[in-house]
Every structure is written in C-alpha cells, then in structure tokens.
C-alpha cells in the first residue's frame, strides 16, 4: 500500500468516526406542555318550586277543604297560618271559620319559593229576629169592658160610696180620652123588693 492510498484511508475513518459520533448523540426531546387546568364554573343549585291548592275552593262554614302542596329542589317547607312545617308533598284537611289565605314556603339551597291558596267561607245570614206576637184585634165594646168598671152602691142606697169616687173618677176620664165611644148609663138593683121599688131606685143610681 502507497503512502498516499494510506493517508487517504486514514481520513476516511476521521470522517467516518466524525459522523457516527454525531449520530449517537441525541438531541433531548422538549419539555411537555402543563396541563389544562379546568375553569368551567360550577353550576349554581336549582331554585326550588312549590304549588299550592285548596279543593274546594270555598266551603260552607263547618264544612272541611283540603289543601295539596307539592314542593321541588326544597329542604324544607311550610304552610301558615296555623299548620307550620309539612313534608314536601302532601295534603291536610282544614276547617277554618271564615275566609282565609293559606301560604306556602319552600327553602333549599337554590333560595326559596311560596304560592297561596285562597279558601272562601260562606257564613250563613244571621236568623231573622221573630215578629212580635200580633196583638189580638180589640173592639170598642172590649176596650170597654177592659177601661169602664162598674160602680157598685150599698143596698138600698143610691148614694156614691166613698171608695168608689177612685172608679168614676177613672171611667170618666177614660170616657173623656173617647169621645167617639157611645154608651148608657144605668141603675140596677138586686131582686129583692117590689119591680116598681126596684126600677125607682136603679133610676136614682144611674
């Protein structure tokens, strides 16, 4: 071998030694980006709903209604007046004395809700006071006899006793208040003595 070939020879292994040290030696790989951090928002909780109804809707007073409710997304609920905290759905049977209005309240995470129920009560009219008794019809001829009283005399005696001036006293003023009621006055006597003694001494009374 020539020197010349030998030299050549030699710098085909530089460059060939060259080459393959650059090929073993790798570039490193980049760095992998950083994760996606998730931003989405968590969404609020759902606002509740609550219903509530009366049937019927109005009632005699002392009769019953019943009222339905049904809530949703709730923890809690309540119905005034008067029943306070129920489950979420239900029902219960009232009987208010006069018209009200129920309220429904439903709270949960999502804030809260109500509805209303409106019950109407018929309340009877009051009974109607009874007529007074209808005063029996009164004739002259009773009111008479009722305000004019006879004067009694002693026997056989035609003069006014004193006890009994009280009574003509009373007959004449009531005769005086009714100047339109006509009447006679007479006499009368017991059976004892004669007819004609007797119709003798009624003329003397009257």
């Not at 010349?4 to 030696?25: E, N, P, Q």
């Not at 809690?76 to 759905?89: D, H, N, R, Y």
């Not at 006890?163 to 009373?170: E, G, N, R």
């Not at 006597?189 to 001494?201: I, T």
Request: net charge neutral; proline share 12%; hydrophobic share 35%.
């Amino acid at each position: 071998m020539t020197l010349s070939r030998i030299k050549d020879f030699g710098l085909l292994l530089l460059v060939l030694s060259t080459m393959m040290a650059f090929a073993c030696h790798k570039t490193p790989a980049p760095a992998p980006p950083p994760a996606a951090t998730n931003t989405t928002p968590t969404p609020p909780p759902p606002a509740p709903t609550v219903t509530l109804r009366a049937e019927p809707a109005t009632i005699e007073r002392g009769a019953a209604t019943t009222l339905q409710w049904e809530a949703r997304n709730a923890a809690t609920v309540a119905i005034s007046p008067e029943l306070g905290t129920v489950a979420l759905t239900g029902n219960r049977s009232v009987t208010p004395t006069s018209s009200v209005t129920y309220q429904v309240t439903a709270t949960g995470p999502g804030g809260s809700a109500s509805d209303i129920a409106r019950v109407t009560v018929n309340v009877p009219a009051p009974p109607a006071d009874n007529p007074p008794p209808r005063r029996p019809d009164v004739t002259s001829g009773n009111l008479f006899e009722q305000n004019v009283k006879d004067v009694l005399f002693d026997y056989d005696k035609a003069n006014i006793n004193p006890d009994m001036v009280s009574v003509l006293q009373s007959n004449a003023s009531w005769l005086k208040a009714n100047p339109n009621v006509r009447f006679t006055i007479e006499g009368h006597c017991d059976e004892r003595g004669s007819e004609e003694y007797n119709l003798a001494l009624g003329d003397r009374r009257a």
